[in-house]
């Protein structure tokens, strides 16, 4: 059976996948942006190293 | 719903599960690195060596080689893969590293990290392709091992294969290489920085000019100090900003020179495609940084959550190390890779004290 043959094959839609580098920016900035609004911090959850 | 789409689903959740695995093996494994290196701070080691030189990256990758060992031998190293994430890691800890960075430290030192760059990437690619040439490597593994040394390792070394369409074992056996030589180097470089009594910022562009994989930069830096932690990251990622313009000479040189690839001539869209976008985050923190809007110096949670993506990352690299294709490969790619590493620590070091001290020097 070749690739297409099967009737639902063509039917899929790819998944839009979000590439690693994109994600890691978005990560960092809820990071920054909860650390910003106290979330993460004194005030909220303390994070130590 | 089709058996196909059942089977998706199943393999899918399977997925899913296997990476909260990995991440939280990551994270344990995180925790002991960080616990052993608070451990070891206060104390003095022997020959009067004080505890606080070994920070904590050399405990992450440590903890992750014995993690990398134990899961193996217990056969679930499998499981655990998907969660390693040790780029991703990399790249959020980098980004939250921005946030410390001003927006004129970053101009200078990236000033001097292009021209730095450009002549290193230069240098080290076309030695290691012509001794690579000598030693009667095939051409394919020649491009990703020059990429891996002369751009930033791990990464390169899989845009390059990209580029080239490199076999799956020849990206597996370079980016063994890479994190096999960066490990020691990201402890000896910074020792050999301070028997040379060197300034931070210039051993921090030594660093990042020199050692292939970005994670072991930081690392070398961490060792050394803040300020050559920040030019090391600065240096690398500027670097890592070429990988767009290597992989599309690659792929313009594979299509039109080597009779034996099928393939269109690449357009100037694969330099986008191929730029580390986390490199904009980093920058856009530096900018917030500058501007007072954020704060991720010491003793913020920004500074922490820096220190705790980069200790995944770590953690990841040690866990990460493969050695299978080794022996399969022969004693040749080896010599061509340690040859070309020592050219690249010498060369990087007279480049790094000219630029840093004398074109764009950086005060301490």
């Known amino acids: ?49 | 719903m089709s058996q196909t789409e059942a089977i998706q689903k199943k393999n899918s959740v399977g997925g899913s599960i296997r990476l909260i695995i990995g991440l939280v093996v990551v994270l344990l494994l995180s925790i002991v690195a960080w616990w052993l290196s608070k451990q070891v701070y206060a104390l003095e080691l022997p020959f009067g060596i004080p505890g606080k030189v070994l920070e904590f990256p050399l405990w992450a990758a440590l903890v992750g080689l014995v993690g990398n060992v134990l899961l193996k031998r217990v056969g679930v190293y499998e499981t655990v893969q998907p969660g390693v994430k040790t780029e991703m890691f990399l790249k959020i800890g980098l980004i939250l590293l921005g946030a410390k960075i001003n927006l004129s430290l970053l101009v200078t030192a990236a000033g001097g990290a292009i021209i730095q760059g450009i002549l290193m990437i230069t240098s080290v690619f076309f030695f290691s392709w012509w001794l690579g040439g000598k030693f009667g490597l095939d051409d394919k593994l020649r491009a990703v091992m020059s990429t891996a040394l002369a751009v930033c390792g791990v990464s390169a070394a899989i845009a390059a294969a990209g580029a080239v369409l490199a076999k799956k074992e020849q990206v597996t056996y370079v980016t063994g290489l890479v994190i096999v030589v960066a490990l020691p180097l990201m402890v000896v470089a910074p020792l050999l920085a301070g028997a040379m009594n060197m300034p931070e910022p210039v051993a921090g562009a030594w660093f990042g000019g020199n050692i292939d994989t970005t994670a072991a930069v930081v690392g070398a830096g961490t060792i050394y100090g803040d300020q050559a932690q920040e030019v090391a990251s600065i240096v690398k990622n500027t670097q890592n900003a070429l990988i767009g313009v290597v992989a599309f000479l690659l792929t313009l040189y594979f299509v039109t020179r080597q009779e034996n690839t099928k393939g269109e001539r690449p357009g100037l869209g694969i330099i986008w495609e191929r730029f580390p976008k986390f490199v904009l985050g980093f920058i856009l923190a530096s900018i917030l940084f500058t501007l007072g809007w954020i704060d991720g110096g010491k003793g913020t949670p920004i500074y922490a959550l820096k220190n705790w993506a980069f200790t995944f990352a770590f953690v990841g690299m040690g866990l990460e190390l493969s050695v299978s294709e080794f022996k399969r490969m022969g004693w040749k790619p080896v010599s061509v890779f340690l040859i070309v590493t020592i050219f690249n620590t010498l060369l990087a070091l007279g480049i790094a004290w000219v630029i840093f001290t004398k074109l764009f020097p950086i005060s301490v």
């Open chain 1, 1 to 49: 059976m070749t690739e297409n043959s099967h009737p639902q094959a063509n039917n899929h839609k790819p998944t839009p996948r979000i590439s690693e580098d994109w994600l890691a920016v978005i990560i960092a900035f809820i990071l920054v942006l909860f650390s910003a609004i106290g979330i993460l911090g004194e005030n909220g959850l303390k994070i130590l190293y």
